[in-house]
């Protein structure tokens, strides 16, 4: 422990916070986005961040309670499998040695070394302890990090979430990709028994989309951009590259490849028909599994406010300093 200690990687950059609706493709870009050398990529939700949002920390305790995901224990002890119910059960069992004990004590040494630490801090030392006590983590050391990258969906449906992740993360950038509203249903009724409900689950996409309009409109410095699920399945290395040249990061052939850690993983699917390549079959969905009154019903409610979350997608982002 000592010498671990000794040796820490501080974890201290910005967050990158891909956050939209739920099945709206942000484990692909996340996937997209693991193994780049001038990031440290969380593999699973960030549910810390919502927590941290909802009610800020005012000591090493109560944001430890706060930011750690008890999954992680479990997910140290099986290793992580895609599994949801019946309509998802990958195989594959991907390694996962994040040891619990060795996170807290990391994070602890890491907290008590300032008198008066904020949550950012904390933070900091969240992260800190999640990728040093990673002891598989093969990116921990690949050199000079620009961004933590997280994802956590539904942060834009509250004006009081979206403040805290300002607050905290003033130099941070957020991506919210917005995915039609008709491929996006046929998809989400199957992973969430809630969504079934036509209009409950038209009402929860409406939610993020108008509050991700908002969030856009309240950035300052272009903090935040719209990305179109389409455009990443159909134009990966265009979107891709746009996405890193706003991140300011090395473009890389590996970008275009999912993976977990650095290796390879199949899609995270309601419909299991998908390998380890970027496909479009989700965009087809729709026009199979929807009748003609789910949409008529879908247009009458979302089709305006997708379009004009579209039109923001294809805005120019800008690349300057501080956006």
């Not at 895609?82 to 390694?95: A, M, Y």
Request: contains cysteine.
């Amino acid at each position: 422990m000592n010498e671990r200690l000794s040796r820490l990687v501080p974890v201290d950059q910005p967050l990158f916070l891909i956050s939209q609706a739920q099945r709206s493709g942000g484990t692909l870009l996340l996937r997209l986005l693991d193994g780049h050398p001038e990031c440290h990529v969380a593999p699973f939700q960030l549910r810390s961040i919502d927590e941290v949002a909802k009610r800020r920390p005012s000591d090493a305790v109560e944001a430890w309670e706060a930011l750690y995901d008890p999954k992680l224990t479990e997910r140290f002890q099986r290793g992580h499998r895609q599994r949801k119910h019946d309509v998802l059960d990958d195989e594959e069992v991907f390694p996962f040695q994040l040891q619990p004990k060795l996170q807290r004590e990391i994070y602890e040494a890491c907290a008590g070394r300032t008198g008066n630490p904020g949550p950012r801090y904390f933070l900091d030392c969240y992260f800190t302890s999640y990728f040093n006590a990673w002891l598989d983590y093969r990116n921990l050391r690949s050199g000079p990090k620009r961004w933590v990258i997280g994802f956590e969906p539904g942060i834009a449906r509250s004006m009081r979430r979206r403040a805290a992740v300002r607050h905290l993360y003033p130099d941070g950038k957020v991506v919210s990709i917005v995915r039609d509203p008709w491929s996006w249903y046929a998809s989400a009724r199957r992973w969430e028994g809630r969504w079934s409900d036509r209009e409950r689950a038209l009402d929860h996409w409406c939610s993020v989309a108008k509050g991700t309009l908002k969030w856009r409109r309240q950035s300052t410095g272009a903090g935040v951009r719209v990305l179109s699920f389409e455009d990443l399945l159909t134009k990966t290395e265009e979107t891709v590259r746009k996405l890193a040249e706003w991140l300011e990061l090395e473009f890389r052939p590996d970008l275009l490849v999912p993976t977990f850690n650095g290796l390879p993983i199949r899609a995270n699917t309601s419909f299991a028909d998908i390998a380890t390549e970027v496909s479009t079959r989700p965009l087809e969905r729709a026009r199979r599994e929807l009748d003609p009154d789910d949409v008529a019903y879908i247009e009458a409610r979302a089709g305006d406010l997708y379009r004009l979350l579209q039109r923001k997608s294809q805005t120019k982002w800008r690349t300057a300093p501080g956006g």
